[in-house]
């Protein structure tokens, strides 16, 4: 049988009863005519410089109060994602990733799931630690209700110091999607401006600080809050992420 096999493969430049007489008349055209697919996707984003405030139970509550006057949709908190959704990213080729990344963000707006496909796509936020604030601070959405791609949207995005245990803020605006426009970044670093103002305006404002984002480090994770109960998937927290108290280990 294998024999047989290369017998007739040997002879197949040749016609033969079981291939059509055309086929040795195709041969390959000098120039490939090519239909071209092309798709660019421009996402940008700005971070401002952190601001820290008095830690505190009020603290957190005053994040949506530093969108005043430049929200423009409603104005959505996320707080900081349970270890259950640690590996959730908005990645559609991905399916368990996607999937976690949908189950957490399912019920949000279509301007702060845009905002955090945005914003986490360009690793501008972490939800291992970050609560963030977000609203739409300019340009327009469809009638979906999506952002346009030259729309800017952000807002205030927080973390607890693992140093002092205070809560740092700062400013985050992004934008971007199939196209990109000349004055969008210089719309977004207008918006950025203005939400910085708005954190330092800010009564537990206490000024302007270096941000030291928490690296986790690989293995551990899991450890439950004994104030809020919320299982952090973040190895270096020694504050909650979510509420800010002290973790206890052990
Ligand atoms: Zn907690």
């Known amino acids: 049988m294998p024999l047989d096999f290369l017998k007739r493969r040997h002879g197949a430049g040749e016609a033969s009863p079981t291939v059509a007489p055309t086929a040795a008349a195709v041969s390959l055209p000098e120039e490939i005519v090519a239909q071209e697919y092309q798709l660019k996707l421009y996402f940008a984003g700005k971070s401002s410089e952190g601001v820290r405030m008095k830690a505190g139970p009020n603290a957190l509550a005053e994040l949506p109060s530093m969108l005043a006057g430049m929200a423009r949709s409603e104005i959505e908190v996320v707080e900081p994602l349970p270890i259950e959704f640690s590996q959730a990213m908005p990645q559609i080729v991905r399916p368990s990733e996607a999937m976690q990344w949908l189950n957490a963000h399912a019920l949000h707006s279509p301007v702060t ?138």
Not at 118 to 137: K, N, P, Q
Not at 153 to 179: K, M, P, Q
Not at 208 to 217: G, H, K, N, S, W
């Open 113 to 250: 799931r845009h905002a955090l496909s945005v914003l986490e796509s360009l690793d501008a936020i972490d939800l291992a630690f970050d609560t963030v604030c977000l609203a739409l601070l300019d340009g327009e959405t469809d009638t979906s209700g999506y952002p346009e791609y030259n729309a800017v949207v952000g807002g205030i995005a927080s973390h607890w110091d693992e140093g002092t245990g205070d809560l740092i803020c700062r400013a985050v605006v992004g934008w971007g999607g199939r196209g990109v426009r000349g004055d969008t970044d210089r719309i977004g670093s207008k918006m950025l401006g203005g939400l910085l103002t708005n954190i330092l305006a800010n009564q537990y404002a206490l000024g302007l600080t270096a941000i030291e984002r928490p690296v986790p480090a690989a293995g551990r994770g899991g450890l439950v809050c004994a104030h809020c109960g919320f299982a952090s998937g973040h190895e270096r927290a020694f504050y909650c992420p979510k509420c800010g108290m002290r973790l206890l280990r052990g």
